[in-house]
């Protein structure tokens, strides 16, 4: 959804003082909430905030801890920045910062506007997702709020959903879930009004499911279908501790009389035809070996599949297929991995070749019919002991999953790294230079520079990803190398 940036200046507002100076921005209806912790939801924001006028609209940014939000007047937001300003204002039980956006009002879908328009659907982006979201961890982060009608999930920009609510009842459920995290820092929920008014399902599965209707398909009998619960931990595989959504005695939750018995659905069981291994799109991974084609016969190898993979999950093993040319085994962490690398590797063209990365019938990657790839290379390798495997105890709470992107995030670049440098890189291995270039400003402790890259397109970033993530550079007062890295960035330019 498209927006207008907010201003990013300190202001003080003042209704008998029209001058005007350097350090001030013209007043605006919409209010630039800084400082927000981590647990903050629009609930939050509202509650806090509806004392200085009413509230027409509020949009979240949960990772950068800010948030806009539109009262109905400049009068009532002049009354929140001047109060910001003279005392404390607490958001959630932490002092929140204000100043006027240069946006005169927040941008949203058509027709979606005012929530009293009778609205029943909200779109849900999930920002940062390193799980699975299906229709069952949805259920139990929306049922709670308020009784769930229909959901539908899909993977366009990202990992999508919409989920329809009874009349009404969908504000509640915007209030309470925009800005919180499924699981504990990932998962995160950025919610609008969504176009349609009523959801159509077709069938009842991981992707979609209509609760009036709950024997949409024909299920094996005796099973129950098994919902993940919010409250619950992280799927088990060691990435980091959880932390609930909403805990049990919030007051945005229903209380426990107005909680309806969870119907327990019949499990759906997958599709055992032989079609294409394509089919698996849109469901959980049920392997941790994902299988990619359409590679580029002279280009690719382990070390820039890995590159690619090392994204969204611990790589163990990479194998090239000598029956099937341009056609490779992934063997990942966990089925979470994979299920993260198919939702965002799958039909992005990588070395001018689209790739088709599905989940694989296999259950683990075996070395054997080894043979040398067109650059002189093994077709199998072994990463498990990796250094540049990133979803290590220590490491994997710094990792943001992100589709593919024209900004590239470095770091691990030694202190000298130039922009000639990284041209010439680009040049020597033959991948698309970059067009903008911005190095962060370090610590006097710090002992390597990170920055961004701003490439032409999608394609060129993921190309220059490709070939240089990981590549060594050497310095002439370091007997070893420094280790590039590269990772697609939350920017969307420079």
Known sequence: MAFEKPGYYSVVFSLQDGVKDSHRIAPSPVVHVRGLCDAVVEADLVEALGKFGNICYVM????????????????????CVTRGTREAVCIAERQAF???STSQRIS??????????????????????????????????????????????????????MVEYPDRDAQKAKLALNGADIYSGCCTLKIEYA???????????NSSWDYTKPFLLQ????????????????????????????PANSRYRRSSEEVHDIVSYPLILPKTSSSSSSSFLGHAASSSV????????????????????CLYGNVEKVKFLKSVPGTALVE??????????????????????????????????????????????SSFQDFSLSRNNRFNQSQSSRNIIQPASAVLHFYNAPPTLSQHLLHTLCTEHDVPAFTKFKIFDAKPSSKTLSGLLEFESKTEAVEALTVLNHHPIRTPDTSNPFTLKLCFSTSSHL
């Not at 801890?65 to 937001?77: G, I, N, P, T, W």
């Not at 879908?109 to 299906?134: E, F, R």
């Not at 994902?290 to 993979?309: D, E, T, V, Y």
């Open 332 to 377: 990942m962490g966990d089925e979470y991995a994979v299920d993260r690398a198919v939702t965002h590797l799958h039909a992005i063209t990588v070395l001018g070749k689209k790739l088709n990365v599905c989940v694989s019938k296999q259950q683990a990657v075996i070395p054997s019919q080894e043979f040398v790839l067109s650059d002189g290379s």
């Open 290 to 309: 994902a299988m990619m084609s359409g590679l580029h016969p002279a280009k690719m190898n382990c070390n820039r599949i890995f590159n690619l993979f």
């Open 219 to 246: 299920r094996e009998r005796g099973k129950g279908r098994q919902r993940q619960a919010i409250l619950g931990e992280h799927p088990s595989n060691g990435y980091g501790l959880s932390r609930p959504l909403l």
């Open 60 to 79: 979240m940014m949960p990772f950068k801890r800010q948030a806009l939000v539109e009262f109905d007047c400049v009068q009532s937001a002049g009354r």
């Open 108 to 161: 949203r879908p058509t027709n979606t506007d005012d929530p009293a328009s009778g609205n029943k659907v909200l779109l849900l982006s999930i920002q940062n997702p390193l799980y699975p979201i299906t229709t069952d961890v949805l259920y139990n982060v929306c049922n709670p709020i308020v009784n769930v009608v229909r959901i539908v999930i899909f993977k366009r920009n990202g990992i999508q959903a």
């Open 98 to 100: 204000f100043n006027f």
């Open 195 to 205: 176009r349609p008014n009523r959801l159509n399902v077709l069938r009842n599965d």
